[in-house]
């Protein structure tokens, strides 16, 4: 199953070529606020970390900010 | 290809002078040494005379005459070129197709030296084949262009000179600085510099506004034209007609960020003819035409 | 002819500048270049009658010249308050011994077991380094150590972004590796033990965690984004709480006394066992996140994310941010986070005296943490913030945090509290 989810990832990503805009229509994705992992920068490391602690899962934004005793 | 450069002192810095481009241009810089201004005078004439070389179509030795000659061969191109040729096609798409690299050739018909000598229809018909853009062909590190076709880049070359040259004067100094290519400038610093604008009137005087970051740069020449039944041909040619654009001004100084976009925002409004006002006032810019 | 703002750029020649700094090979942000913007920010999370921390964080980050660069994040991070030991609700007192085994503490009937001695403060450092080995390649890397008095964890990492279609499209892979070291206060208990016994060894425990990332962002439109991330975490070594307990019952609600079994007798109710949990635990996630601005600025960001694990847990989040631009640089953002988890295969509310022999003739696992059982969290708050004109901003938010599981114990309510303010240096 998870097999099956990755081709087809990489499959949609292969038909990706006629999606997206020219270099120069970039500017509203160039905002801080529409950058997936920095938009909410400092808020998304807190938040993870409140919840690596309260809660059973973790993971799926990213990592590298260290690890805690917390659970 | 070196050339003579001149340094003098002024009230508040140096001065250096030099020529490039068939214009006259200077540096100007504020409280530095004599060693580093030279250093700076060095680097930006070296950098104009580099991109000159590299890119005039005056040349018979760089890469715009090796095109010339490639006979519709496939031709490699370093990254500096692809840059510029990236660049080129995005005016052409912002442009609608009026900015074109690819127009060059018909400065074989048109000559604007104030005379009556108008081409034919059919002389400049006989060119519309070898101009299009989209008869480029792009692939990663190389470029073909049909055969008889030539590339132009004397509408990019002398700002993007500016630009360049900027950036490598601040690798010596912080210092206040402003580069003047003929008329094409940038001005990087704290204090403002007063820069003098051609198509600023005031009182027959060309007015002054002070800029301290920023450039400006001009397009169009009021003294090139072709004059014939008292009908005015400008010589800002609609690459998709081969002949002149109508009722615009003669020519537009625009500021803006850097030099490149400034020439360009320029060009373009040019090329709009008659919209080139509503097209600068809707592109949020400073500018100015000259209408007569 | 309508009135424009002055200078307000237009369509072409917000392109063209684009354009002209991709030609100059300058970023478009050129100004900032030769500063560290700097974002200090403070944490303030208070959950009633339990835990309460304070984490004040500053970062600084710095992009050069060549367009690498740098990250550098200190993070302090204070807890005090109760949190629950894992025991069960039982219609009787409870009595434990505290994590370092010195006190004993008991519990009146019906109440959540809570541990009251949790004091901690940790410090967090980490760097991470980013630079492009060609146009379109960027490589990352980068360490981090946390450090308090009873656990240590040191890591690094290491990734590359792969940008294709023009840059519409982003392919990452990441790396991490990260080593723990857990020192109980008191010593590793052995697990499955009865609390009252103390059975100690006087050693650290470690563990390890690798975590690979797979991702890809895309963009749709000139006003649409969309990120899918799939992470593999593979865990091995000391994966148990070492102050954590289950209750053994008579099955009806009345907890057991440890002399019963065998142990020493320290109170009424003290059939406490050290918890055991598997010395390994694999986990995936896929997260899905998509950012959408329309034509006022305004910003919808949605993110989901599933998680499953060899543990038997599955979860699936889902946090929904809605940016109102205002005027003048200042935002209001509203936020809602919702989540649920299903139980770990080996939670246990309590254990009957016949389940625990089980249990223990097999060394199966067991814990009472509220945490691996079922959980349903919901989170409502508002973030208020304003950008400044030289890049400099400010923001503060306040969010209301509700847990419930299947037992009391998961009952939590929490305030979340937060100030941030970022400047260039």
Redesign the interface.
């Known amino acids: 199953m998870r097999v099956l989810t990755l081709l087809g990832c990489l499959l949609l990503v292969s038909g990706c070529q006629n999606l997206g805009v020219n270099p120069w229509e970039r500017e509203v994705l160039a905002r801080e606020a529409m950058i997936p992992g920095v938009a909410d920068g400092l808020d998304d490391a807190f938040d993870d970390h409140i919840y690596f602690s309260k809660e059973g899962s973790s993971g799926g934004r990213g990592f590298g900010g260290g690890g805690c005793g917390c659970n | 290809m070196a050339g003579e450069t001149r340094l003098t002192r002024t009230s508040d810095g140096w001065l250096g002078r030099f020529t490039a481009m068939a214009s006259p241009c200077e540096v100007q810089l504020r409280d530095v040494s004599r060693s580093t201004a030279e250093q700076v005078l060095k680097r930006v004439a070296g950098e104009a005379w580099r991109v000159e070389q590299r890119f005039s179509r005056y040349r018979d030795d760089n890469i715009v005459a090796a095109l010339q000659r490639a006979n519709g061969e496939w031709l490699a191109v370093d990254e500096e070129f692809e ?2 040729l ?2 080129a096609d ?2 052409w ?2 442009s609608g197709g009026r900015f074109d690299v690819t127009s060059g050739v018909l400065r074989r018909v048109w000559r604007f030296d104030g005379s009556d000598r108008v081409p034919s229809a059919d002389q400049v018909a006989a060119l519309l084949p070898l101009i299009g853009w989209d008869r480029v062909e792009r692939r990663p590190g190389q470029i073909r262009l049909p055969a008889g076709m030539e590339l132009d880049l004397g509408g990019i070359g002398k700002e ?1 000179a500016v ?2 040259a900027l ?1 490598l004067a601040r690798e010596h100094t912080d210092a206040d600085l402003l580069l003047n290519f003929g008329g094409d400038l940038v001005a990087d610093g704290k204090t403002p510099w007063q820069i003098g604008i051609e198509n600023l009137q005031q009182n027959g005087v060309a007015g002054q506004i002070p800029l301290a970051r920023g450039a400006v740069a001009t397009s169009g020449d009021s003294r090139r034209f072709l004059l014939r039944d008292g009908k005015r041909y400008s010589h800002i040619l609609d690459p998709r007609t081969g002949w002149p654009v109508q009722g615009g001004p003669h020519s537009v100084t625009v500021a ?3 030099c ?2 400034a020439g ?2 320029a060009t ?1 409004a040019l090329l709009q003819g008659a919209g080139a006002e509503p ?1 600068l ?6 500018y100015w035409c000259l209408w007569e | 002819m309508q009135l424009k703002k002055r200078y307000q750029p237009g369509p072409v020649s917000t392109s063209l500048a684009l354009a002209t700094c991709a030609l100059l090979g300058v970023p478009a942000m050129a100004e900032e270049a030769d500063k560290w913007q700097v974002d200090g920010s403070m944490l303030l999370y208070s959950e009633t009658d339990r835990v309460s921390a304070i984490e004040p964080v500053i970062k600084a980050s710095r992009t050069f010249k060549n367009e690498s660069k740098l990250d550098l994040k200190l993070t302090v991070d204070s807890l005090t308050g109760s949190s629950h030991n894992g025991a069960a609700v039982t219609n009787g007192p409870q009595t434990f011994t505290s994590p370092s085994g010195n006190k004993v503490y008991q519990i009146n009937a019906g109440d959540v077991p809570l541990d009251d001695s949790f004091l901690d403060t940790r410090v967090a450092l980490s760097g991470q380094y980013s630079w492009l080995l060609n146009r379109t390649l960027r490589a990352t890397s980068g360490i981090n150590f946390s450090n308090e008095y009873d656990f240590f964890s040191v890591g690094a990492n290491a990734g590359l972004n792969w940008d294709l279609n023009q840059r519409n499209t982003t392919l990452s892979f990441l790396l991490g590796l990260e080593s723990d070291t857990i020192e109980p206060v008191g010593g590793v208990p052995e697990a499955l033990s009865l609390q009252p016994d103390q059975l100690r060894t006087d050693s650290s425990e470690s563990r390890t965690v690798t975590d690979v990332l797979l991702g890809w962002t895309q963009v749709m439109n000139r006003r649409w984004i969309m990120q899918l991330n799939y992470n593999l975490s593979l865990a091995s070594g000391y994966m148990t709480d070492p102050y954590k307990v289950v209750t053994l019952t008579d099955g009806a609600g009345t907890a057991l006394e440890s002399e019963s079994l065998g142990g020493v007798d320290i109170g009424i109710g003290d059939a406490q066992i050290f918890e055991q949990r598997p010395d390994s635990r694999t986990r995936h996630a896929l997260y899905w996140e998509n950012r959408y601005s329309r034509e006022n600025d305004d910003v919808i960001a949605i993110g989901y994310r599933f998680m499953t694990d060899d543990w038997g847990i599955n979860s699936h989040t889902l946090d929904m941010k809605y940016r109102w631009q205002l005027d003048r640089g200042w935002f209001l953002q509203p936020h809602v986070r919702y989540y649920i988890q299903s139980e770990a295969d080996f939670w246990y509310e309590s254990m009957t005296a016949p389940e625990y022999t089980t249990v223990l003739a097999s060394n199966d696992y067991a814990s009472g943490d509220y945490r691996l059982g079922k959980l349903t969290d919901l989170t409502v708050g508002l973030k208020v913030g304003r950008e400044l004109p030289s890049g400099r901003k400010w923001d503060a938010r306040l969010e209301f945090m509700q847990q419930s599981g299947d037992t009391d114990a998961a009952d939590v309510s929490a305030v979340i509290g937060q100030v941030g303010y970022r400047f260039y240096w």
């Open positions: 840059r510029l990236a660049y995005t005016c798409q912002l993007y630009d360049r950036l803006a960020a850097r490149t976009e360009m925002l373009l097209f006032r809707a592109q949020g810019v400073r």
